[in-house]
């Protein structure tokens, strides 16, 4: 199991759920699968997956858009899904996550792996009475992590969904061109050889 993979509050309270064991249970085999490792910094088609598989399992959830803190134990701040800090020009400056519809909801949050220290994510219960009036959602504190989760009232979730699609694309595009790229190094490697081969074998003989 990855239990050990993934952030969670109070793990062994969390074990005597069975929505919770039933969750994570279809999150391993995910995992097992090195769903999580190809979905990192994907929030749109991540969740979209993991919601599939859930749904298939009779575990119903909902897409929430968001934006997160996260505060590590050397004091480094990281902001995902807000507004005016995106990184780049073709970054969305939103996040989601997936709320179950259990009967404790959990925020499950896993495609933010390449920001962490080996962990995959989080998979938490949210305490439904601690926000009330609140856009705040949820608030973690982990060994090495603080997170805080506010629910964004805008609607971005299609624009991150095809940013998330397309950068996808452009990723396999680049990689099957440097493909190309290395094939075509070998071919004149390859060419190289046979015209040193041929200039030695004459030599030899003339």
Do not use: W
């Amino acid at each position: 199991m990855i239990y050990d993979r993934i952030l969670c509050e109070n793990i062994e309270e969390h074990k005597k759920d069975p929505d919770y064991k039933k969750i994570h249970s279809i999150l391993d085999g995910c995992h097992k699968q090195g769903m999580f490792d190809v979905g990192r910094g994907y929030c749109a088609t991540t969740s979209l997956v993991i919601q599939s598989v859930l749904h298939l399992n009779n575990i119903h959830t909902e897409i929430i858009e968001v934006a997160v803190a996260v505060e590590y134990d050397n004091g480094h701040l990281h902001y995902i899904g807000y507004e005016h800090l995106s990184r780049s020009e073709n970054e969305v400056p939103s996040h989601v996550v997936l709320i179950t519809k259990t009967s404790i909801p959990y925020l499950i949050d896993l495609s933010i792996g390449h920001l962490l220290g080996g962990e995959i994510g989080v998979v938490s219960k949210i305490d439904a009475n601690l926000h009330i009036n609140s856009d705040i959602l949820a608030e973690f504190k982990f060994e090495k992590y603080k997170f805080l989760y506010r629910q964004k009232l805008t609607n971005k979730f299609s624009q991150v969904y095809e940013t998330s699609v397309i950068n996808r694309i452009n990723t396999d595009k680049k990689i099957f061109d440097d493909i190309k790229i290395l094939k075509y190094l070998n071919y004149a490697a390859i060419t190289l050889s046979l015209f040193s081969v041929i200039n030695f074998v004459t030599r030899l003989f003339l």
